[in-house]
DNA sequence: GTAGGGTGTGGGGAAACCCCACAGTCAAGG
DNA sequence: CCTTGACTGTGGGGTTTCCCCACACCCTAC
């Protein structure tokens, strides 16, 4: 598969999905095309692209998430790790969502002094 | 006054200030010191990087910061503006509110599969 | 006069990409 | 056979909010 298709059936673009490559998240056979070298990915990269985002979604940036993807692949963790691994990440947006409440008391009591 | 003391009254870094000062946010007066130039603030720049700071926690940036103060140095707003202003950001923050919590729900779930 | 603290500029880096330019590849159509 | 268009590659710059050097100069105290 070419890049452009990955990049229609997951959203990222293509950039996005050199950029990914760049750090190690996803893998591409190189390819040669007369002069040039085309990159050719497996369809199980969407996957991966998909888990990605995911991972992003949960809070974790792309340089956290490569270790996460291989430690994954290798050996995928025990219920119990990854009760754990959830509990944790759970702490963290709910802290995060604390965070914002406390703007958006801070934003109501504003609202009341002026109104 | 000199950037270090501005540093350490308002917890942002000298970096930092020598930022906001080429963003346009804080303004200093060169003084010359031998072949150089240093920069001396007024202690009301104190101020100003504390309400910079209350209105990025409010969620603009440092580019949109800029014209506000600027407006609002010029002519303060009315009391309406201000509640509209205020009722806008209130949204925003909620709407970041609503996704995290959306975020919180999913790993919920994903912990109850789990466990 | 030298040590120690402060300050200046310049440059690189981080995060997660976006965007542009220029150029080569390839398949289809005339 | 050649052109056109869609696709891809690299390289570079930009975004945002600073941080972290290195090197050099300023000034004061001892």
Redesign the interface.
């Known amino acids: 598969m070419q890049i452009g298709e990955i990049a229609r059936r997951t959203g990222l673009s293509k950039d996005g999905i050199r950029h990914y490559e760049e750090m190690g998240l996803i893998a591409s056979e190189p390819r040669a095309a007369g002069s040039r070298i085309y990159r050719e990915y497996e369809p199980s990269v969407i996957d991966t692209i998909e888990r990605v985002r995911q991972a992003q979604?949960?809070?974790f940036s792309l340089k956290e998430i490569g270790p996460i993807l291989r430690a994954y692949a290798k050996n995928p963790p025990s219920?119990e790790q990854?009760?754990r691994f959830?509990?944790d990440?759970?702490a963290v947006?709910?802290s995060?969502?604390a965070d914002?409440?406390g703007?958006?008391k801070?934003?109501?009591n504003?609202?009341k002094q002026?109104?």
């Open positions: 979604s949960l809070g219920r990854t009760v959830l509990e990440r759970l947006i709910r995060k969502i914002l409440r703007i958006e801070f934003i109501r504003k609202i002026y109104s």
